[in-house]
């Protein structure tokens, strides 16, 4: 038999399974540790639960326990970060977000230099047909369209 599934022990150890299946499950368990151990932390789970379930703390639990709370307070947490180490993350943080800023400036800044070269062109270009006048070509072409037209 191949490894049964989670849920398969699971239905094993809450008597969910009927003879057969139950039987051949066990069968594999007692030869595999690695089910044998996932078996035996339900068991373990289930024990835990019920003696949670059924305990209750002393009366001198609930007088104790702003005492507790307070010395568990006072203890030095284990994930106190050093004054240094804050002070190099900003730093470095800080970096990140000027050398963001600087490439967003740099690229803005060659779009509208290549808005501005594409619209320099064309006033160029517009100016020279100002100074040069009207081609012959195109002279030619209006009158063949014209000729066409009447």
């Known amino acids: 038999?191949?490894?049964p599934t989670e849920s398969q022990i699971e239905a094993l150890h809450n008597a969910t399974l009927d003879d057969a299946q139950a039987a051949e499950i066990r069968a594999h368990i007692d030869q595999c540790p690695d089910c044998a151990a996932r078996l035996d932390s339900l068991r373990r789970v289930d024990?835990?639960?019920?003696?949670?379930?059924?305990?209750?703390p002393d009366a001198d639990y609930w007088k104790t326990?702003?005492?507790?709370?307070?010395s568990l307070s006072a203890q030095?947490?284990?994930t106190n970060?050093?004054?240094?180490?804050?002070?190099?993350i900003a730093f470095w943080a800080i970096v990140e977000m000027a050398a963001a800023l600087i490439i967003v400036c740099i690229a803005s800044l060659l779009i509208s230099f290549g808005n501005m070269n594409q619209q320099s062109a064309a006033k160029f270009q517009a100016a020279q047909?100002?100074?040069i006048g009207e081609s012959p070509v195109a002279t030619t072409q209006?009158?063949?369209?014209?000729d066409l037209m009447n």
Do not use: Y
């Open 1 to 3: 038999m191949h490894h």
């Open 142 to 146: 209006r009158t063949n369209i014209n």
């Open 129 to 131: 047909i100002e100074d």
């Open 65 to 70: 326990l702003p005492d507790r709370v307070r």
């Open 81 to 88: 970060i050093s004054p240094n180490r804050v002070a190099g």
């Open 47 to 56: 024990d835990l639960v019920r003696a949670a379930a059924t305990s209750t």
């Open 76 to 78: 030095p947490s284990r």
